[in-house]
Nanobody, 122 residues
């Protein structure tokens, strides 16, 4: 099994920045893709960003392109999401996810963290 723990959520004003981290542990040797998803109240969980093992593949949702940056440190089994120019519509619970192949769909990720709340005040 793979365990994922997110950190870094909180309250920020619109236009501000926040950085999320995800620490992976357990049977991480077969993890290829790591990603971020988010879920706002009453909405479906949606894709935010994903990064492949060596960072050669990176994808972003259109809604966050140019504002969010995903990165990972494989030596420490960490993944990061730098969020800039935050908008009220970015407010959600952000989930870290990991999978064994490239995917930007929820179904491609068998491993999930518990989520971290991001609140953006207007």
């Amino acid at each position: 099994q793979v365990q994922l723990v997110e950190s870094g959520g909180g309250l920020v004003q619109a236009g501000g920045s926040l950085s999320l981290s995800c620490a992976a542990s357990g049977r991480t040797f077969n993890i290829y893709t790591m990603g971020w998803f988010r879920q706002a109240p009453g909405k479906e969980r949606e894709f935010v960003a994903a990064i492949s093992w060596r960072g050669t593949l990176i994808a972003y949702a259109d809604s966050v392109k140019g504002r969010f940056t995903i990165s990972r440190d494989n030596t420490k089994m960490l993944m990061f999401l730098q969020m800039n120019s935050l908008k009220p519509e970015d407010a959600a619970v952000y989930y870290c996810a990991a999978g064994t192949s490239w995917s930007t769909n929820r179904s491609g990720y068998p491993y999930w963290g518990q989520g971290t709340q991001v609140t953006v005040s207007s």
